[in-house]
Nanobody, 130 residues
Framework: QVQLVESGGGLVQAGGSLRLSCAASGRTFSTYGMGWFRQAPGKEREFVAA????????YYADSVKGRFTISRDNAKNTVYLQMNSLKPEDTAVYYCAADYRPPDYSGYYYYSRGSEYDDWGQGTQVTISS
């Protein structure tokens, strides 16, 4: 089991930016596929972004494409989510998740499914004011 701790959430005005971080305790972080999901009050958890083990493949939900950027620093055991041009509808608790053994052929369909991930962080609140 890997411990994942999100940080960087907060309150920001619409149009602003936030950068979320997810620090992992695992010693083999570079082998994990990593994803970001979010859940707003009264809504189902939804996929936001994912990144492959090496960082060579990036995947985004249509709702955030062009505004959010996922990245990782394997030397720091950390994955990031840079969020720009934030909208009120981005308000949610954001969770990072780790997939310990993603297949080599994994693509968007795989990474966008929360059921594929093995561990989840506690979440960090992101609130966007109008």
């Amino acid at each position: 089991q890997v411990q994942l701790v999100e940080s960087g959430g907060g309150l920001v005005q619409a149009g602003g930016s936030l950068r979320l971080s997810c620090a992992a305790s695992g010693r083999t972080f570079s082998t994990y596929g990593m994803g970001w999901f979010r859940q707003a009050p009264g809504k189902e958890r939804e996929f936001v972004a994912a990144i492959s083990r090496s960082g060579g493949r990036l995947y985004y939900a249509d709702s955030v494409k062009g505004r959010f950027t996922i990245s990782r620093d394997n030397a720091k055991n950390t994955v990031y989510l840079q969020m720009n041009s934030l909208k009120p509808e981005d308000t949610a608790v954001y969770y990072c998740a780790a997939d310990y053994r993603p297949p080599d052929y994994s693509g968007y369909y795989y990474y966008s499914r929360g059921s594929e991930y093995d561990d989840w962080g506690q979440g960090t609140q992101v609130t966007i004011s109008s």
